[in-house]
């Protein structure tokens, strides 16, 4: 009896331990990405979030839409502080963490400040470099980049380990997310991203929407894309925006929760891809530290 207790006590430990300790290799940085603005972006930025910390994973959000922040009032918050104020020297990165819905921390950027969506390259550059300084520990971060094909959608998905491209089924949204693939692969040496479809009707139409983007890839670009998966179009993502709440967090069993659920655990199965990249990265120093060759074993 003892002998059983005192075994349960360490399976305790051991799984305690499991669930605070950095991963050997460092945190994993997804940047999210679609060229087209509107499709669902930061939505699935947040959702993604919270379904990593359903998964266990101590979770970071960065609002990288530096001069129109979208995550904070998503979730109905008000930070004191945002990055321009980083940017300014006002405050140190750390200062500006705020806790969402269960714990999710959130870097916010600022609304309406013009200059922060025309800062120079090593001003991205100090920023990407300042979350090397945090010391809370982290498993994934989740980058919600801007709208478009900028320098900072570029540095920002240049300096994570992989780029997920939001796509929804329609022309425009198609044109620019293979724009930005194109500016990815070939201008930024981004050899691979991870493709969602979002707003669709059925796992048919997701798949069919990969199809064609791989379709015209392979023809023209040399860049691998993945399937991640859909997020249908869901009446339950209107109604939790409306109450500046995650879907997951308001109506856990919607359909896209359980989408955003699936994705995040493809996610979480991707090796990191190993070696150095050739450009700045976010937590560079973690990345490179003991163990940075070790598979990840999320
Ligand atoms: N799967 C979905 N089903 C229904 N509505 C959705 C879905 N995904 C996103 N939306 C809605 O689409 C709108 C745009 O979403 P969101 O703000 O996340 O897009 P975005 O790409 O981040 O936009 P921006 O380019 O302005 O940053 C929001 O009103 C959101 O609630």
Do not use: W
Request: glycine share 10%; proline share 6%; net charge neutral.
């Amino acid at each position: 009896m003892p002998l059983l207790d005192s075994s349960k006590a360490v399976q305790r430990t051991q799984a305690a331990g499991l669930a605070t300790k950095p991963p050997a290799n460092g945190p994993r940085v997804f940047a999210v990405a679609s060229g087209k603005g509107g499709v669902g972006k930061s939505t699935i930025a947040v959702n993604l979030g919270m379904a990593m910390l359903e998964a266990q994973r101590r979770t970071m959000l960065l609002d990288a839409d530096l001069g129109l922040a979208n995550v904070d009032v998503l979730l109905g918050l008000q930070p004191s502080a945002n990055l321009s104020h980083v940017l300014e020297g006002k405050c140190t990165l750390a200062d500006t963490i705020i806790e969402g819905p269960n714990g999710l921390k959130i870097v916010p950027a600022s609304s309406g400040r013009r200059r922060m969506s025309e800062l120079t390259r090593s001003e991205h550059v100090g920023l990407i470099g300042a979350f090397s300084g945090l010391t809370d520990p982290i498993d994934v971060m989740l980058v919600d980049t801007a709208a478009g094909l900028s320098n900072s959608v570029q540095t920002f998905c240049q300096a994570s380990q992989e780029v997920l491209v939001v796509v929804c089924n329609d022309p425009a949204s198609l044109t620019d997310a293979y724009a930005l693939i194109k500016v990815l692969s070939r201008d930024c040496g981004i050899p691979r991203m991870q493709l969602i479809a979002n707003r669709v009707k059925t796992p048919g139409e997701g798949r069919e929407v990969y199809d064609n983007l791989c379709r015209v890839a392979d023809r023209f670009l040399d860049v691998t894309l993945n399937y991640l998966g859909h997020v249908p179009e869901d009446d339950k993502i209107v109604r939790s925006a409306r109450q500046q709440r995650p879907v997951l967090d308001a109506y856990p069993g919607a359909p896209s929760a359980q989408a955003f659920r699936q994705i995040a655990g493809k996610l979480l199965e991707i090796a990191p891809q190993r070696g150095a990249r050739g450009h700045i990265e976010f937590f560079v120093e973690r990345l490179v530290g003991p163990g940075a060759d070790m598979a990840m074993t999320a």
